[in-house]
T-cell receptor, first 114, second 115 residues
Framework: AQSVSQHNHHVILSEAASLELGCNYS??????LFWYVQYPGQHLQLLLK??????LVKGIKGFEAEFIKSKFSFNLRKPSVQWSDTAEYFC????????????FGRGTSLIVHP | DAGVTQSPTHLIKTRGQQVTLRCSPK?????VSWYQQALGQGPQFIFQ???????QRGNFPDRFSGHQFPNYSSELNVNALLLGDSALYLC??????????????FGPGTRLTVL
């Protein structure tokens, strides 16, 4: 079974600062990778996903993530955060050719000060 | 295009009671999955329904059961509620995963509080 580790549980930044949230997974086979975002009072939304191809994936709202297979990592980045990026961010992985049920990390709470 | 909807939004129950939560999938989707999200944690998979049958199940006791209807909507039932069942219950819909590119779409959740 796969597992996901998000090392930063709480991150506080000022507007315009750069963001990088770590995500590492544990699984020996091929995976699909996801980042979801949960804005305050809103439902979980897909930010970006990686299935195959270019390991640098661009998502909505200026976010991107890079899949580094050798490091089992899928870190989320944004060059300049905004107050509206304040949210909970979840990394998830599912096993290709397996159950397709995503396993989620415990999430990173991001607070951006104006 | 209607997204995933869930009802009710909030629910308060007492220990030992039973609860039923409801979910309607995104238009065009035939598979419904249920997750439990405890405070400060990521969603944990409960089970998945397709063609009115439970296809996969996570590590949850038999007190958690479900149903899927012919119109693809689904119910989650929890019997003999415990304080630890207090959580946000999320429903996600997708197309039955016969392709590697399927993605789950989540509803707003039902906040269950057990007193």
């Amino acid at each position: 079974a796969q597992s996901v580790s998000q090392h930063n549980h709480h991150v506080i930044l000022s507007e315009a600062a750069s963001l990088e949230l770590g995500c590492n997974y544990s699984y020996g086979g091929t995976v699909n990778l996801f980042w979801y975002v949960q804005y305050p009072g809103q439902h979980l939304q897909l930010l970006l996903k990686y299935f195959s191809g270019d390991p640098l994936v661009k998502g909505i709202k200026g976010f991107e993530a890079e899949f580094i297979k050798s490091k089992f990592s899928f870190n989320l980045r944004k060059p300049s955060v905004q107050w509206s990026d304040t949210a909970e961010y979840f990394c998830a992985v599912n096993a290709r050719g397996g159950s397709y049920i995503p396993t989620f990390g415990r999430g990173t709470s991001l607070i951006v000060h104006p | 295009d209607a997204g995933v909807t869930q009802s009710p939004t909030h629910l308060i129950k007492t220990r030992g009671q039973q609860v039923t939560l409801r979910c309607s999938p995104k238009s065009g989707h035939d598979t419904v999955s249920w997750y439990q999200q405890a405070l400060g944690q990521g969603p944990q998979f409960i089970f998945q329904y397709y063609e009115e049958e439970e296809r996969q199940r996570g590590n949850f006791p038999d007190r958690f059961s479900g149903h899927q209807f012919p119109n693809y909507s689904s119910e989650l039932n929890v019997n003999a509620l415990l304080l630890g069942d207090s959580a946000l219950y999320l429903c996600a819909s997708s197309l039955f995963p016969d392709r590697d590119t399927d993605t789950q779409y989540f509803g707003p959740g039902t906040r269950l509080t057990v007193l």
